[in-house]
């Protein structure tokens, strides 16, 4: 049996040596190694042996199956080498060609003109606060002069969640929120950008969701002309020092008196044209000193406070700039719309 092990190692070595592929020394390995190879029959016909030769057999067999075992891990290794360097010569990569170009994106129009107008505000000394989009019945209407049963409900067709929660119709809600955190003292200066929702049918300027930025200063001494001295300097800001403004007579529920602004058409520059339908004024904002109950309501003394409010929707501010047409298109990610803005 001793001649039989020896013999069973030069041939699967030789085996071995032939093997080309990783599979082919696979296929060796269980032929010789396996439950039904060579070695295992010889391994259960050791029990025919006597005791003295068993203990040798035994030995010789462990020599054998360790000389295989090692001689196979190692073919594998040089196999593995080998298969290697032909994949790194048929794979060889011209460093010389040039690379594929790389798009970098760059932000969305309605992100510059936020930013912008962000900017403009902080740099006079205004802080950006921000509130939720689910936000409650009370801080979306209450607060804002606007009880149950109050008429100016009707004219914003709101997303309810429940009876109690919506999502948000304007940014508004976060003027009394910030203004309870201030426990009736002031000042208070603050712009509110975000989202805001309303059961509107899209069209080329209307959408169920878009964006507002509202404002509002609370302090002592506040008056009408330093609403119109901000907004003045915004407009002239953010569409050229040439534009005029204008106030009109308005009604919001949360301010009295309210207004709304307009700027001289630049198109026409005042002249009368299809923009700005022959008036040569184009409407941006509505605006207007805080009504007495929204002080009263968010603890401040409105015979000791006053403030001004402003609200504007950046996609209109941002039509007008840029001369778009429909709303619609700074929400459909078309890129080569966007790639138009890249600064």
């Excluded at 510059?112 to 921000?130: C, N, P």
């Excluded at 106030?247 to 919001?252: A, I, T, V």
Aim: some cysteine; charged content about 30%.
């Amino acid at each position: 049996m001793k001649d039989k092990l020896i013999a069973l190692q030069e041939e699967a070595l030789q085996a071995i040596k032939q093997a080309t592929r990783v599979k082919d020394l696979q296929d060796t390995k269980v032929k010789y190694l396996g439950k039904k190879g060579p070695m295992t029959e010889v391994l259960r016909g050791m029990g025919k042996l006597s005791a003295e030769e068993r203990p040798v057999i035994g030995q010789v067999a462990n020599e054998v199956r360790s000389a295989i075992q090692i001689a196979i891990d190692e073919k594998q290794e040089s196999l593995q080498a080998e298969e290697m360097q032909r994949k790194l010569e048929q794979e060889t990569l011209d460093v010389t060609l040039p690379g594929m170009p790389q798009q970098v994106g760059h932000p969305h129009p309605l992100t510059l003109v936020i930013e912008e107008i962000e900017d403009f505000f902080l740099s006079m000394g205004y802080t950006i606060a921000e509130g939720p989009e689910v936000e409650s019945d009370y801080y979306n209407f209450e607060a804002l002069n606007m009880p149950p049963d109050h008429p100016a409900r009707d004219t914003q067709d709101s997303f309810y969640i429940t009876e109690e929660f919506l999502l948000r119709t304007q940014t508004s809600p976060v003027q009394p929120r910030s203004m309870e955190k201030q426990n009736g003292k002031g000042p208070l200066k603050i712009i509110c950008p975000g989202k805001v929702y309303r059961r509107d049918t899209d069209d080329a300027t209307h959408s169920h969701q878009f964006m507002q930025i509202e404002g509002m200063v609370i302090d002592r001494g506040i008056q009408m002309s330093d609403l119109k001295g901000t907004l003045e300097r915004f407009a002239k800001e953010m569409f050229g020092e040439e534009r005029d403004i204008r106030l009109r007579p308005s009604y919001f529920p949360f301010t009295e008196p309210s207004v709304e602004v307009d700027i001289s058409c630049s198109i026409c520059q005042g002249e009368g044209c299809s923009v700005c339908k022959k008036t040569g004024w184009i409407e941006i904002l509505g605006a207007g000193m805080v009504h007495p109950n929204v002080l009263k309501m968010a603890g401040f003394d409105p015979e000791e406070y006053s403030g001004f409010a402003f609200g504007m929707g950046p996609d209109r501010v941002a039509m007008l700039r840029y001369g778009i047409e429909d709303i619609r298109h700074f929400y459909t990610n078309d890129i080569r719309f966007i790639q138009q803005f890249n600064r």
